[in-house]
């Protein structure tokens, strides 16, 4: 059987609202779409996160599924989910994989593309 086939999209957002810069504490949104361009259904079991900050420190973050839900991805389906991270310096990058199994319980990692988290006006 050949590996599914997951098209990871990601969208980041700077919440304005919900920073403050006098307290180092910048919060942005993200939302991920995907897709299932496959032949074969495959359910995400586990995400791994890594957060870097502009100083160069990292956060890892391992759970299960996203969002508190585990999605079984048919052939052609897709699934979006939104969450957000807060990190110390107005500029940082995302990126990891996520752990996914097929029907026949055949587990495989899909790669995160790195995303940058900027707020406004900070890179070009």
């Known amino acids: ?26 919060a942005f949104a993200y939302t991920i779409t995907l897709k299932n361009r496959g032949q074969e259904a495959a359910r995400l ?20 599924g996203v969002v508190g839900e585990q999605p079984l991805l048919e052939p052609g389906e897709s699934y979006t ?3 957000g991270a807060v990190i110390p310096t107005p500029v940082g990058t995302m990126q990891g994989d996520y752990l996914f199994v097929r029907a026949n319980g055949e587990r495989f990692l899909v790669d995160i593309p790195c995303f940058t988290l900027s707020i406004p006006r900070v890179l070009h």
Not at 45 to 64: F, K, L, N, S
């Open 81 to 83: 989910y939104s969450s």
């Open 45 to 64: 079991i586990e995400r791994h996160w890594i957060i870097t900050h502009a100083d160069g420190q990292t956060e890892v973050v391992r759970g299960p």
């Open 1 to 26: 059987m050949n590996k599914p086939d997951i098209e990871v999209s990601t969208f980041p957002t700077f919440l304005e609202q919900h920073s403050d810069a006098a307290q180092n504490r910048f």
